[in-house]
């Protein structure tokens, strides 16, 4: 009896084992197919796999109609394309600030103007070789972009790129500036975004609502 009972324990094991080994050993060799691992989603860096670049100049401290301000008005578009982009984003700062009260500062944007200067930029010049779209924002200054942005155009060439403007004013609009971006660099310009700095600075949400708009109208969104 006592070895009935024993010959019946080791059957039993061996079954147990069996059945344990065999759930094991079947993942990807003849039994259930194993699961595949789980591949990790990509972040698309801009919508149909386009790679953009969100540059921008943009002036803090006293501004026309919304008095002096942490954040300039064309930042606040800047960040909120390059959220919904997933864009990369290079800001233009001129190596000599400028004044922080409106009038003065005006003055010098004026004789920058008149001048044709080219005012130095700060920082290391970004590779735009890899990006398919650039997001180019700018202020309007004397009816133009601040001469900055022809600083930055003279460093880093655009021919043959796609540049998407967009700009703050308060009554001027675009200024023909979508033009003058275009002679300047050989670009192929779209359709430009452009909206009163009042409304960036204190309309958030409407501000966004045209930021978002305007990607879509052009096809570039996450």
Same mark, same amino acid.
């Given at each position: 009896m006592k070895?009935?009972?024993?010959?019946?324990?080791l059957?039993?094991?061996?079954?147990?084992?069996?059945?344990?080994?065999?759930?094991?050993?079947?993942k990807g060799?003849?039994?259930?197919p194993a699961p595949k691992?789980e591949t990790?989603?990509?972040k698309?860096a801009a919508?149909a796999?386009?790679?953009?670049?969100?540059?921008?100049?943009?002036?803090?401290?006293?501004n026309?109609?919304?008095?002096y301000?942490?954040?300039?008005?064309?930042?606040?578009? =800047?960040?909120?394309?390059?959220?919904?982009?997933?864009?990369? +984003?290079?800001?233009? %700062?001129?190596?000599k600030?400028y004044p /922080?009260e409106?009038?003065?500062?005006?003055?010098?944007a004026?004789?920058?103007k008149?001048?044709?200067a080219?005012?130095e930029?700060?920082g290391?010049m970004p590779?735009?070789?890899?990006?398919?779209v650039?997001?180019?924002?700018y202020?309007?200054?004397?009816g133009?972009l601040p001469?900055?942005?022809y600083?930055?155009?003279d460093k880093v060439k655009?021919?043959g790129k796609?540049?998407?403007?967009?700009?703050?004013?308060?009554?001027s609009?675009?200024?023909?500036?979508d033009g003058?971006?275009?002679?300047?660099t050989? =670009?192929?310009?779209?359709?430009?975004?452009?909206?009163?700095? +009042?409304?960036a600075? %204190?309309s958030?949400?409407?501000a966004? /609502?045209?930021?978002?708009?305007?990607?879509?109208?052009l096809?570039?969104l996450k």
């Amino acid at each position: 009896m006592k070895k009935w009972f024993a010959l019946l324990s080791l059957a039993l094991c061996a079954l147990t084992l069996s059945a344990c080994g065999g759930g094991a050993g079947a993942k990807g060799s003849g039994g259930s197919p194993a699961p595949k691992a789980e591949t990790p989603a990509k972040k698309e860096a801009a919508p149909a796999g386009k790679r953009a670049l969100v540059v921008y100049f943009s002036r803090a401290d006293e501004n026309y109609n919304v008095g002096y301000i942490e954040k300039g008005n064309t930042k606040i578009l =800047a960040e909120m394309i390059a959220e919904a982009t997933g864009a990369d +984003t290079f800001e233009i %700062k001129p190596a000599k600030p400028y004044p /922080k009260e409106y009038t003065p500062a005006t003055e010098v944007a004026k004789k920058e103007k008149n001048d044709n200067a080219r005012p130095e930029i700060v920082g290391a010049m970004p590779d735009v070789s890899g990006y398919d779209v650039i997001f180019l924002g700018y202020p309007i200054w004397w009816g133009d972009l601040p001469m900055p942005c022809y600083t930055f155009f003279d460093k880093v060439k655009l021919a043959g790129k796609t540049v998407a403007p967009f700009c703050t004013h308060e009554g001027s609009g675009l200024s023909g500036t979508d033009g003058y971006i275009a002679k300047a660099t050989g =670009a192929k310009v779209a359709e430009a975004l452009e909206m009163k700095g +009042t409304t960036a600075q %204190k309309s958030r949400d409407e501000a966004k /609502k045209e930021v978002l708009a305007w990607l879509q109208k052009l096809g570039y969104l996450k």
